[in-house]
């Protein structure tokens, strides 16, 4: 499920976002503090953040340090406004959207579902998808050795098997999706992930018909991870 983070005092704006974010499934954690907002994103990952920038001391600072953070930087920002922080100032700092106050049911409705191709597209790019699939790698002096797949993203992917010192530097993968009949191929590098049971690749060289092939699943996986947010798109 996506997952958001309301940073606010206000309780008519958390009642009109948790209402939006409820027809939508998108799972809302709420906190009142600045300092309770920083903690929150330092330790979970987040679709989307939504911050009350004039009625919260500091919440302008809590975008700013997000957007310099790691786990958080790409998250889809929000800022409501109460005639403070200007429409300028809040793209400045870092926000996707603006939300001005008084926030009504429609007006949130409305920006969220011009924000799903965002955060979508930002999920699909980090979220790494479980599967059970065979990818045939050739490296160094290796041939087309099958090796399972833990995992797939669309800038890499994980082979279920232990680190052995020849994995370094460039790899061919072929695979085939689950429920494809397409064979895959593509080009990547070994990366470190300090994981004794899983070794990652990073795609270095996609062809277009993997990259689209891969992009439209990714996205039908997504699919069941959020199907409020893309019907209510529709």
């Known amino acids: 499920m996506l997952k ?9 704006v958390l009642r009109v976002i948790r209402r939006v974010l409820e027809t939508v499934t998108i799972d809302l954690e709420t906190v009142t503090s600045t300092d309770a907002a920083r903690q929150a994103i330092d330790r979970r990952k987040f679709d989307a953040v939504l911050v009350d920038c004039d ?10 340090e997000l957007r310099k953070g790691k786990s958080n930087a790409k998250a889809i920002v929000f800022a409501i406004t109460n005639r403070i922080t200007t429409i300028h100032d809040a793209f400045t700092i870092g926000a ?10 429609d007006r949130a409705a409305r920006s969220l579902r011009a924000a799903h191709g965002l955060i979508l597209r930002e999920r699909r790019r980090y979220h790494r998808h479980q599967l059970e699939a065979t990818a045939y790698v050739t490296y160094g002096s290796l041939r087309d050795v099958p090796v399972p797949l833990s995992n797939i993203s669309e800038g890499g992917m994980a082979l279920s098997a232990s680190r052995t010192a020849d994995m370094k530097g460039p790899i061919h993968l072929r695979f085939q999706l689950p429920g494809s009949s397409r064979s895959l191929e593509a080009k990547g590098e070994f990366i470190g992930n300090g994981n004794s049971r899983h070794v990652g690749i990073r795609f270095t060289s996609i062809p277009p018909v993997t990259k689209s092939e891969l992009d439209a699943w990714l996205s039908r996986q997504l699919e069941v991870v959020a199907p409020g947010l893309i019907n209510a798109s529709r």
């Open 4 to 12: 958001a983070l309301l940073l606010t005092r206000d309780q008519e």
């Open 55 to 64: 009625d919260v001391q500091s919440g302008c600072e809590v975008i700013r």
């Open 96 to 105: 996707n959207f603006i939300l001005e106050k008084p926030v009504s049911v």
